[in-house]
T-cell receptor, first 117, second 114 residues
Framework: DTGVSQDPRHKITKRGQNVTFRCDPI?????LYWYRQTLGQGPEFLTY????????KSRLLSDRFSAERPKGSFSTLEIQRTEQGDSAMYLC???????????????FGQGTRLTVV | AQSVSQHNHHVILSEAASLELGCNYS??????LFWYVQYPGQHLQLLLK??????LVKGIKGFEAEFIKSKFSFNLRKPSVQWSDTAEYFC????????????FGAGTRLFVKA
């Protein structure tokens, strides 16, 4: 499968625990995005990478959230000290684009559904 | 702040009925526009996109959308829906001035009765 792949698909964790999600983008895509989606809402932008550089972070991304893309390929999103309000679907997407350019459309993964109990 | 507004949260249609889903955005500059679809249990998929040129764009499965710049709108249409079109539809906008993030509307859930 050459699409965007996310792991795990589902995660249930206790409040206060740390969780880490992984995203493998389409191999030739240099842009990678993380979004969060809650019930009844569209995806909300969290952060964006151009290759390995994290170029933009949303105000939604508190200091408990950190994302990395160490070699410009896969990315991880870590949430520390999870709270019930973190329960959501976390979506990863990738696209092609030069720095500062508009880029192609984003291709989305299946998402990781996080439930904090 | 940039935003995308979808007019209807839920739409119920019978098969063969015509569909129009409204989308308006707030951004004064040049934009790229998208409609994504999410079928039950599946990931978001691109339905169609507008970058430039003919403001009437055709997508997959008989869908089309018209960009009206003066109205900041990008409405989605299909002349005759099928039961298999039951899904959630998201309008999305990316500012075309070095902005990176795509902003999504809240989505419209379409249910097509067989």
């Amino acid at each position: 499968d050459t699409g965007v792949s996310q792991d795990p698909r589902h995660k249930i964790t206790k409040r206060g625990q740390n969780v880490t999600f992984r995203c493998d983008p389409i191999s030739e895509h240099n842009r990678l995005y993380w979004y969060r989606q809650t019930l009844g809402q569209g995806p909300e932008f969290l952060t964006y990478f151009q290759n390995e550089a994290q170029l933009e972070k949303s105000r939604l991304l508190s200091d408990r959230f950190s994302a990395e893309r160490p070699k410009g390929s896969f990315s991880t999103l870590e949430i520390q000290r999870t709270e019930q309000g973190d329960s959501a679907m976390y979506l990863c997407a990738s696209s092609l684009g030069s720095l500062g350019g508009p880029g192609t459309e984003a291709f989305f993964g299946q998402g990781t559904r996080l439930t904090v109990v | 702040a940039q935003s995308v507004s979808q007019h209807n949260h839920h739409v119920i249609l019978s098969e063969a009925a015509s569909l129009e889903l409204g989308c308006n955005y707030s951004y004064g500059g040049t934009v790229n526009l998208f409609w994504y679809v999410q079928y039950p249990g599946q990931h978001l998929q691109l339905l169609l996109k507008y970058f430039s040129g003919d403001p009437l764009v055709k997508g997959i499965k008989g869908f089309e959308a018209e960009f009206i710049k003066s109205k900041f709108s990008f409405n989605l249409r299909k002349p005759s829906v099928q039961w298999s079109d039951t899904a959630e539809y998201f309008c999305a906008v990316t500012p075309n001035t070095g902005g990176f993030k795509t902003i999504f509307g809240a989505g419209t859930r379409l249910f097509v009765k067989a």
